[in-house]
């Protein structure tokens, strides 16, 4: 007996197992398209000279607006500092904390990502 008025056994069946093949394909390909880094990473600033001086560019660590020294800076990190690493592009990690994002190199962080 169908489920379905009007259509035989078989045929609700099928119907039943496209709607199920279906399903299954859109969570895999939901799945394939989320980022590889899905734990949390957390990154800390270490080993930045004591003495703040911005015009010779010591005592931070510069975020910038992208993965390269030549990128405006958006914000500066100091030794202690924490941020979230979302990605990494060569020698740089994006990060982004208390109302800002952008990328800083990894010369100056250790992380919890394992790389």
Same mark, same amino acid.
């Given at each position: 007996m169908?489920?379905f @008025?009007?259509? @035989?056994a ?11 093949l ?8 939901f799945?394939?398209?989320?980022p590889?880094?899905?734990? !949390? ?10 003495? !703040? ?6 005592g ?5 607006a992208? @993965?390269?020294?030549?990128? @405006? ?9 924490t941020?979230?690493i ?13 109302g ?16």
């Amino acid at each position: 007996m169908s489920v379905f @008025p009007g259509k @035989p056994a078989f045929a609700a069946k099928a119907a039943l197992s496209a709607a199920a093949l279906a399903t299954v394909a859109a969570t895999l390909a939901f799945g394939a398209a989320t980022p590889a880094q899905a734990q !949390y990473c957390e990154g800390t600033v270490h080993g930045l000279s004591r003495a !703040y001086n911005l015009a010779r560019g010591t005592g931070f660590l510069a975020v910038r607006a992208g @993965p390269s020294a030549a990128a @405006p800076m958006v914000h500066q990190l100091f030794n202690g500092d924490t941020v979230e690493i979302t990605d990494k592009r060569g020698s740089w990690y994006f990060v982004g904390g208390d109302g800002f994002e952008g990328w800083a190199h990894r010369k100056w962080m250790s992380n919890s990502c394992g790389y």
